[in-house]
């Protein structure tokens, strides 16, 4: 086995852990981009971005896969999209939107709170991630992010009074 061989094997081995760390952690990057505000097909778009970003950055990659990629979708779903050609197989299968038939006035006063306590709430509550790792998505200090969900929350409360 030659030198070319070893490389060619080991980039093979990275891209099956790349797969497999993707295909774990794409509902939650499709969901997190739709409660940014996305349509299902830019929330898709956005997330094979973060994909194709990730990967081609993933030597800078400290901690776990999931925060981390949550944190270029986090990124990627705040910027415009720009639609583009990108492998196949980083394009996420389309999940099916998280409507509440029980309150849609909780839906609704989720949709008007301000993008960064949206997701804190969304990455918190409904994905079941630690303040650390969602300070980590949101890029923040965990003590800001426990403010944000604090307000989050409030505003909440104060929108929904005692429903």
């Not at 999931?66 to 944190?71: G, M, S």
């Not at 583009?84 to 996420?92: A, F, H, K």
């Not at 994905?127 to 909440?156: I, N, Y």
Request: hydrophobic share 40%.
């Amino acid at each position: 086995m030659n030198a070319i061989d070893a490389d060619e094997g080991v980039l093979r081995a990275t891209e099956r852990v790349f797969d497999t760390e993707f295909a774990e952690v794409q509902r939650s990057a499709y969901l997190l981009a739709r409660r940014l505000g996305r349509s299902p097909d830019d929330a898709l778009d956005a997330v094979q971005d973060a994909a194709e970003r990730a990967w081609r950055y993933r030597a800078t990659r400290h901690g776990p896969f999931r925060p981390w990629f949550l944190a270029i979708v986090f990124r990627s779903a705040r910027r415009p999209q720009l639609r583009t050609l990108l492998p196949e197989r980083w394009r996420p299968e389309p999940a099916p939107d998280l409507v509440s038939e029980r309150d849609p006035d909780l839906m609704a006063a989720l949709g008007r709170l301000p993008v960064r306590q949206r997701a804190a709430l969304w990455l918190r509550y409904c994905e079941d991630m630690s303040t650390a790792d969602v300070a980590r998505v949101l890029r923040t200090t965990e003590t800001a992010t426990k403010q944000l969900l604090l307000r989050a929350r409030q505003a909440l409360k104060e929108e929904l009074g005692d429903a």
